[in-house]
């Protein structure tokens, strides 16, 4: 659950990616791969984070209010993505380590101080959320990816997660979908980071022109996916987009609107 991050490169490209214009539809460009994101295009939680951590508390008898643990999460969540981003690799962490530090600080900002409690909750908890029982697919997602694989186009994932992504993609019966998966964890750098596009171009065996990302973040994905030369489109369930400069062709209702997007040539 990446936070938001500005990328000073990404901010001084945008005005000249935004003059771009519109490019023609898919299937009028050789296009040979498609790469897509995950978290909230593919998959979702279940429930808020707050809850399942208050159901965590619960078991072990603490009842903690779930609006107080969305802010300690919040605060813990930024506050070690800022001190050790994409997972602290690059200062010698694991994500694993990364992640058992932000869920008991998060316990801690509420008021839980019994360090056995907190470890026990946050094994827990990290465990937990390779279940499906915490992940639901989004509409169309499963029907989309099928037709795109059907239609004879390779198929990966870029996406800023640790390495459990492999085994929740599993879980949710998404892997075998999928050629590759790319995590942040593995590459080393994050998205807005276009070495990670050139990465799961190289893994696609694809050049930037046969290439689209679909994905529902601005920065993240589809701006950044266009600093490689890639087609990117912008998942929106509002059927379009008013904070940003996208073209409407770029702009994706739904996941399965890429089918038409493909079919229109």
């Given at each position: 659950?990446?936070?938001?991050?500005?990328?000073?490169?990404?901010?001084?490209?945008?005005?000249?990616?935004?003059?771009?214009?519109?490019?023609?539809?898919?299937?009028?460009?050789?296009l040979r791969?498609?790469?897509?994101?995950?978290?909230?295009?593919?998959?979702?939680?279940?429930r808020p984070?707050?809850?399942?951590?208050?159901?965590?508390?619960?078991?072990?008898?603490?009842?903690?209010?779930?609006?107080?643990?969305?802010?300690?999460?919040?605060?813990?969540?930024?506050?070690?993505?800022?001190?050790?981003?994409?997972?602290?690799?690059?200062?010698?962490?694991?994500?694993?380590?990364?992640?058992?530090?932000?869920?008991?600080?998060?316990?801690?900002?509420?008021?839980?101080?019994?360090?056995?409690?907190?470890?026990?909750?946050?094994?827990?908890?990290?465990?937990?959320?390779c279940s499906?029982?915490?992940?639901?697919?989004?509409?169309?997602?499963?029907?989309?990816?099928?037709?795109?694989?059907?239609?004879?186009?390779?198929?990966?994932?870029?996406?800023?997660?640790?390495?459990?992504?492999?085994?929740?993609?599993?879980?949710?019966?998404?892997?075998?979908?999928?050629?590759?998966?790319?995590?942040?964890?593995?590459?080393?750098?994050?998205?807005?980071?276009?070495?990670?596009?050139?990465?799961?171009?190289?893994?696609?065996?694809?050049?930037?022109?046969?290439?689209?990302?679909?994905?529902?973040?601005?920065?993240?994905?589809?701006?950044?996916?266009?600093?490689?030369?890639?087609?990117?489109?912008?998942?929106?369930?509002?059927?379009?987009?008013?904070?940003?400069?996208?073209?409407?062709?770029?702009?994706?209702?739904?996941?399965?609107?890429?089918?038409?997007?493909?079919?229109?040539?």
């Amino acid at each position: 659950m990446p936070p938001r991050c500005r990328c000073p490169v990404l901010a001084r490209s945008r005005v000249r990616c935004r003059s771009l214009s519109p490019r023609p539809p898919l299937a009028m460009l050789g296009l040979r791969l498609l790469t897509w994101d995950v978290k909230d295009t593919l998959l979702r939680l279940r429930r808020p984070v707050a809850l399942s951590y208050a159901a965590e508390a619960r078991c072990h008898g603490v009842e903690l209010r779930p609006d107080a643990l969305s802010c300690s999460f919040r605060a813990a969540y930024t506050a070690h993505s800022r001190q050790y981003p994409n997972y602290g690799l690059g200062q010698g962490l694991s994500s694993r380590q990364w992640w058992l530090h932000v869920v008991k600080e998060t316990f801690r900002l509420v008021g839980v101080r019994e360090e056995t409690l907190l470890a026990q909750m946050a094994e827990n908890l990290y465990r937990d959320y390779c279940s499906p029982n915490n992940w639901e697919l989004l509409p169309g997602a499963a029907h989309t990816l099928s037709r795109c694989r059907q239609l004879g186009l390779r198929m990966g994932v870029v996406s800023n997660f640790d390495n459990r992504l492999h085994e929740i993609l599993q879980r949710c019966h998404l892997r075998h979908l999928f050629h590759f998966v790319l995590t942040s964890e593995a590459a080393g750098v994050a998205k807005p980071d276009p070495e990670m596009f050139r990465m799961a171009l190289r893994l696609g065996a694809a050049l930037p022109e046969q290439a689209a990302h679909i994905g529902d973040d601005y920065s993240r994905d589809y701006m950044a996916a266009r600093q490689v030369g890639m087609h990117s489109f912008l998942l929106h369930s509002n059927g379009h987009s008013t904070e940003r400069d996208v073209p409407p062709g770029h702009v994706l209702p739904t996941l399965s609107h890429i089918l038409t997007v493909i079919d229109k040539g």
